[in-house]
């Protein structure tokens, strides 16, 4: 019997900080751990004695990539608490900003994180050597997405527009109208991405996942909807933490969710276009077809071709949003203090973000609960890990640790969002 051992300092292309523990023995896997070993962050905790118009802004700094998700459950959750809901054009123009972060994150997930695991590159820059043309179109459609979330949220990063009941300040016509050739532009790359991302080599791999997402009477979702899962559950987001809970693992500083009767599922595209596809727009759901996707897909690693199908409805709809915008006046509604809990949740570009508040009279936050859309899929990861166990002990090691970084990659990891994952050893008996 031998022992062999595979160490990666650090795994690139995920955003944060961790490693992954594989034992094989007897061609499979004997144990996985995704350690996180990143110190806990304390955004629930720092969020207590803080005013709930503060909440949009402070949760916002979770993640550079995703803020807009952030702040768009704390203000749903704030506004709940408050017994409204915000509809019109406010509805719309959050929408809008919500597109944007979705083009920005699929499209750096896509091409620089994502596709040079498919094409065999360390990164995205030996990439563009042979890809060049591909790297320029994806950095400018990423622009486009950056151009939205500023026009609108003041910044590319971290907006600061946003508040509670709306946005403090309303973009003009000229302004949202002005990024419409881009947006036109970004819609045809995006359809030439879902091509693109098709042909890519992709590993046959399904296994019978639970998928949970937002679904809506008349969207595809990303503001809004009831929670429901490919096996049953349909609940009303208050009902969210009767149906999932968090469990601490020893390996991690991340906790790990699940559905409490069934055990891990799976959130994000490949769960939102299973549950969602006949919301799609039509040229999306053409792309899709086109692209050979099932309308039920099972495969992780084909999300990277539901991501391009994504990127195409979201560059639609962004154009649909702009073609018909007329400012809200006032840009916010009044959302009255009481003593309440309030839910959000929303389609973060990784899948849902749950955010649940306790307020007291003064509108004071006494309570807090995020739960990201990558801590609720860090167990899913392990179990496909444990699956793919007889080929990875059938590779070389080399190879072995290249597609175990492929499988997690598979679900884009915001490690930070979680509190966080890199470094690599497996141990072979």
């Not at 409204?84 to 750096?108: F, N, T």
């Not at 860090?378 to 590779?395: N, P, Q, S, V, Y």
Request: with cysteine; charged share 25%.
């Amino acid at each position: 019997m031998s022992a062999r051992t595979i160490r990666v300092p650090d795994l690139a292309r995920v955003e944060g900080e961790g490693g992954l523990l594989l034992r094989l023995k007897n061609g499979a896997v004997d144990e996985v751990k995704l350690r996180i070993f990143e110190p806990p962050r304390f955004f629930e905790g720092f969020l207590r004695g803080r005013s709930r118009m503060e909440a949009p802004d402070i949760t916002a700094r979770i993640c550079g990539i995703c803020p807009v998700a952030y702040q768009m459950s704390s203000c749903h959750a704030m506004e709940t608490a408050s017994g409204i809901v915000v509809g019109g054009g406010i509805r719309d123009l959050r929408k809008l900003l919500y597109c944007g972060e979705w083009i920005e994150s699929h499209v750096l997930h896509i091409y620089f994180l994502h596709a040079p695991d498919f094409l065999g590159y360390a990164d995205a820059l030996a990439m563009a050597r042979d890809h060049g043309e591909a790297v320029k179109n994806a950095l400018r459609m990423k622009k486009i997405g950056n151009a939205l979330m500023t026009v609108i949220g003041g910044r590319e990063v971290h907006p600061i527009n946003v508040r509670v009941g709306g946005f403090y300040r309303a973009p003009s016509r000229e302004e949202l109208r002005a990024l419409v050739p881009e947006l036109e532009w970004g819609r045809e790359k995006a359809l030439e991405t879902v091509a693109w991302a098709a042909k890519l080599p992709c590993p046959d791999f399904t296994r019978d996942y639970e998928f949970v997402a937002l679904r809506h009477p008349e969207e595809y979702p990303i503001l809004d909807g009831r929670l429901v899962s490919s096996k049953g559950l349909d609940i009303e987001i208050r009902d969210y933490e009767k149906h999932f809970v968090e469990e601490h693992v020893a390996h991690s500083n991340a906790l790990h969710s699940k559905i409490a009767a069934r055990g891990p599922y799976f959130c994000g595209p490949i769960a939102r276009y299973n549950l969602n596809f006949d919301r799609l727009t039509p040229a999306a759901q053409n792309a899709a077809r086109d692209a050979g996707l099932p309308l039920r897909c099972s495969n992780p690693f084909q999300g990277i071709v539901v991501r391009a199908v994504e990127l195409v409805y979201a560059f639609e709809e962004a154009l649909r949003l702009v073609g018909a915008y007329d400012p809200p006046d006032p840009p916010f509604v009044d959302v009255p203090v009481r003593e309440a809990t309030g839910w959000g949740c929303t389609e973060a570009p990784r899948g849902i973000l749950y955010h649940r508040y306790r307020l007291d009279a003064g509108g004071l936050i006494q309570d807090a609960k995020i739960v990201p859309p990558t801590s609720q899929n860090l167990k899913t990861i392990e179990d496909d890990l444990f699956d793919l166990g007889g080929r990875l002990a059938a590779m070389t090691l080399p190879k072995a640790t290249l597609l175990a970084e492929h499988a997690i990659r598979n679900y884009d990891p915001c490690i930070s969002c979680a509190t966080h994952f890199l470094r690599l050893t497996i141990e072979r008996e």
